[in-house]
């Protein structure tokens, strides 16, 4: 007797929890790269905060500091491991495992699904890690404790996002000399350009239009919203805009996933 | 019911101007042992990367029993184990996750993969080392737990990529045994490639010599020794050139022996080799042919790959043991 393979829902869910599962169990394991990718964003707000407390006085009167600052690092964490865990299919290309995921009779727009909610929940718990370090670690006081539950979310969908565009990346780049490429013309600008730093009232017309263009704005400012109240852009937007710009990149790294070679 | 286990039906692969799979009609039977065998290059990767669905054919098309492997990819590929060239191991997974996930993917359930893993990992001899990462496995260990995980959801057919590549020569002889008894008490057939003249020879049920694309000859080990008819006598001159020469004259003194030059060496198989070799000899003095140094053993695979393709697989196989072991180094992160 030829074995049938198992019907569509639950083969589906089955993919992506497996595929997740690998990842938490990686991750589980790699205690340095816990404590490496909390390093980083420790250093930027622990620094760059204080700098900020003692330094900056925005003119309008308005003020930055380490709590206005603490949300926009927290989106850091989000792009950088959710980017990373996206890319990371190079990795998986390059040791050979991308081949066992390849050749199992399952779909692979779940396969990709799966590895991006690993992704997601590796860079959700670092991004969670980092805001409570924040409150008890530097006092920085969030509104509610609603908002810190609704921040988690907004978490959730930024992380998609960019796991997503990882995807889609990896999918297409096959060699690995394209991943320090990619971390080095994406990140950076989508980082400088998302107003983690600063506020956008501001800037001149040329670099808001180039603010206003990058998805990581909206995440931050609805972070930002969520967690100390504050935001220049409707939360309503933000929302909107990074629910949209998740599905987009996920739909496309499924879809270019399907056709990416081992 | 039908008896077999994969049919290929002109089947023909092209990379832009290459044609790695050039026609190619085979048919192995449910239980073989079936060997391709071919120097690097020849199109063996390629031909069971179609019947893996890993890549579709350009022309022609092939069924893994009885399912076509383009319409049905995916039922092709629950029933199908495949043990990759290079690793395909999560490397940060201790053996049993990575035969835990594997499990999962094809659908079994959680008593299941409990069983079946402890009987795969007993089969491949690493039961004590199931909760190991692999990455502290060594590359012997590392071919046993990808074949303990090809074979993990009950395939029907397991498709071995040089199983044995890059390991020496002790472990390939362990991996052998594996192979031979998972084939008979799993019951399971098996397709592998190999470049290895005694890996064929001692494995395989049936070999398929494929050069170019092509099956250059098809049968069982023995058949393809004897079909070469006797003895090779390896004859071996100061050069290729007088190689050549010899070879010319013994074609013109009336002898009916395949004859093939090879690195300043004259091949004649014949049979009655013993008393063909005065004959020989007496036509290089006459002719003032130095002869070195001469040679009379049974025919090997080699001898019959050399016949099939007029060239020796032997040349090509340094190359490769030196992309393995460089593969091997640029793995550790």
Known sequence: ?????????????????????????????????????????????????????????????????????????????????????????????????????????????????????????????????????????????????????????????????????????A??????????????????????????????????????????LDPLTYGIMALRYTLIGETEIPITICIAVITIFAMATIGMGGYLFQKTKA | MNSTAIETFNLTRKFENLTAVDNISITVEQGELFGLLGPNGAGKTTLINMLSTMIPPTNGRAEVWGIDVVKQSSKVRQNIGVVFQGTTLDDRLTGLENLDLHGRLYGMSKNIRKQRIHEVMELVELGDKADVIVKTYSGGMMRRLEIARGLMHHPRVLFLDEPTLGLDPQTRNHIWDYIRRLNQEENVTIMLTTHYMEEADHLCDRIAIIDHGRIAALDTPENLKDALGGDVIILSAEDDEKA???????????????????????????????????????????????????????????????????????????????????????RRR
């Open chain 1, 171 to 212: 999918s297409m780049i096959e060699s690995h000399e394209g991943f320090q490429m990619i971390m080095t013309f994406i990140t950076m600008p989508v980082l400088l350009l998302s107003g983690a730093f600063f506020k956008i009232g501001d800037l001149p017309s040329w670099l808001k239009t180039l603010v206003y």
């Open chain 1, 1 to 169: 007797m030829v074995q049938e393979p198992p019907s569509n829902l639950v083969t589906a869910l089955n993919t992506v929890y497996t595929l997740w599962l690998r990842e938490m169990i990686r991750f589980r394991r790699s205690k340095s790269r816990i404590i490496g990718s909390l390093a980083t964003p420790m250093f930027f707000l622990i620094i760059l905060g204080s700098a900020f407390n003692s330094s900056f006085e925005m003119r309008g009167g308005g003020q930055t500091d380490i709590s206005f600052l603490a949300p926009g690092i927290i989106g850091m964490s989000i792009l950088f491991s959710s980017l990373t865990g996206g890319v990371s299919i190079i990795w998986d290309r390059e040791f050979g495992f991308l081949k066992e995921i390849l050749i199992a009779p399952v779909p692979r727009f779940f396969v990709a699904l799966g590895k991006a909610m690993g992704g997601v929940t590796t860079a959700m718990i670092q991004g969670t890690l980092i805001m409570l370090i924040a409150v008890f670690g530097l006092g920085i006081e969030y509104r509610s404790l609603l908002g810190i539950a609704a921040s988690v979310g907004v978490m959730l969908l930024i992380g998609l996002g960019f796991i997503g565009l990882g995807i889609a990346l």
């Open chain 2, 244 to 330: 050549s020469e010899l070879c010319k004259l013994y074609k013109t003194n009336g002898s009916t022996g395949n004859v093939a030059v090879k690195n300043s060496s004259v091949y004649i198989t014949i049979k009655d080799g013993t008393h063909q070799i005065p004959h020989i000899l007496t036509i290089a003095s006459r002719a003032g042919i130095n002869i070195q140094s001469v040679d009379l053993h049974r025919p090997t695979l080699d001898d019959v790959f050399l016949a099939n393709t007029g060239r020796a697989i032997r040349e090509e196989e340094s190359s490769d043991v030196d992309r393995i072991t460089f593969k091997l180094q640029s």
